[in-house]
């Protein structure tokens, strides 16, 4: 099969892998239908974070194509979402509802498994991983929109439970990228009444705007913080969403929290430090981290099918196979929010 492969910081090819095989009577092949790229992955691509060599990529949405003898419920022909981490469903986190921390699991593109920007995909645990989509003809956007529950719209949507949104609140998303305006969409979904989203881009503007952002902020760091401040009447906001991972986004989110809330962050930390003063003189508490996707998906799906979100809109950017070198750069160059990769067939 064919597949993206990482070759060190800024080398992206498309090469050859051998076709995934059933290792164990658990496993499922998925052929994948569309895949992305996550804005982590542009961590590995920038050198900044450290990635095996090899296949990437863990958001994809398809089609299963064979499974092990003890897989119950899935069939061949079946649409299947994957969550960005594959997990045992038994293990005492998964039964908490931690799945994404699941003892026995891993993430796609790592731990032995292929990555999700390829052809075909070995899912361990397939019963406990993937999600079936009901049976139907789905529009091009319902299925990018399937494809946003793999990861971005679950992890935005963790930071606003995280950070304990509920009706008539007011919040602030901090970050603009997919996972930011994926918060939006969440904050609005759970009932806040006022979004104020940081964004200093007009695309993305407009975009958050769509997804239910009532005011947009411009300025970063002191300024941002500052004008919020002021917006909210100096109290605060009830809810900060963390969803970059600096030191300035977090900073950011302490310092527009109102006296009691919680900052849910679940941007990939680098160079963060929690502002402990905070924490403790302004009783403001901090929860969040890698988005329990497997046990958001089947809660979120029904919302997508309906047509009452559409994360799919993140989605603003298209390659096929080929060029996914170039969805890669389109994104790290800001030309993208998030770019999706089409396969063929």
């Not at 003898?69 to 005492?92: E, H, N, Q, S, Y």
């Amino acid at each position: 099969m064919r597949a993206a492969l990482y070759g060190g910081p800024g080398d992206i090819t498309v090469g050859e892998r051998p076709d995934p095989r059933i290792d164990n009577p658990t496993d499922a092949i998925v052929r994948v239908t569309l895949g992305c790229v996550c804005g982590s992955d542009l961590w590995y691509y920038r050198g900044e974070n450290p990635h095996a060599l090899g296949p990437i990529g863990h958001e994809f949405i398809g089609v299963v194509e064979q499974t092990g003898a003890d897989v119950a419920t899935l069939r061949p022909g079946d649409l299947v979402v994957a969550p960005f981490t594959f997990c045992d469903g038994t293990c005492v986190n998964c039964a908490a509802g931690w799945t994404g921390n699941c003892i026995n699991g891993g993430s796609f593109g790592n731990h032995g498994v292929d990555g999700g920007q390829g052809e075909y995909v070995r899912v361990p645990y397939a019963d406990a991983t993937l999600v079936k989509v009901p049976a139907g003809n789905y529009s091009d956007d319902i299925m990018k929109s399937l494809l946003a529950l793999s990861d971005v719209m679950c992890t935005g949507h963790h930071a606003a439970v995280s950070a304990g949104v509920k009706s008539g609140d007011t919040v602030a998303v901090v970050g603009d990228g997919a996972v930011g305006l994926s918060a939006v969409i969440a904050a609005q979904r759970l009932g806040a009444e006022r979004i104020i989203a940081l964004s200093r881009n007009p695309v993305r503007q407009a975009m958050a705007r769509k997804f239910g952002a009532t005011d947009i902020v411009t300025e970063r760091g002191d300024d941002a913080t500052k004008l919020i401040m002021d917006m909210t009447g100096g109290i605060g906001v009830d809810a900060a969403l963390e969803c970059v991972g600096t030191a300035q986004s977090m900073n950011t989110a302490f310092g527009v929290a109102r006296v009691g809330s919680i900052v849910g962050t679940v941007g990939v930390p680098h160079d963060t430090v929690v502002p402990i003063q905070t924490v403790i003189f302004r009783n403001i508490g901090l929860r969040g981290g890698v988005a329990p996707a497997r046990h958001y998906i089947p809660d979120l799906l029904g919302d997508v099918l309906s047509g009452r979100i559409n994360p799919g809109l993140v989605f603003d950017y298209e390659t096929g196979l080929d060029d996914v070198k170039d969805a890669y750069d389109a994104m790290l160059e800001r030309r993208a929010t998030k770019s999706l990769v089409r396969f063929a067939g």
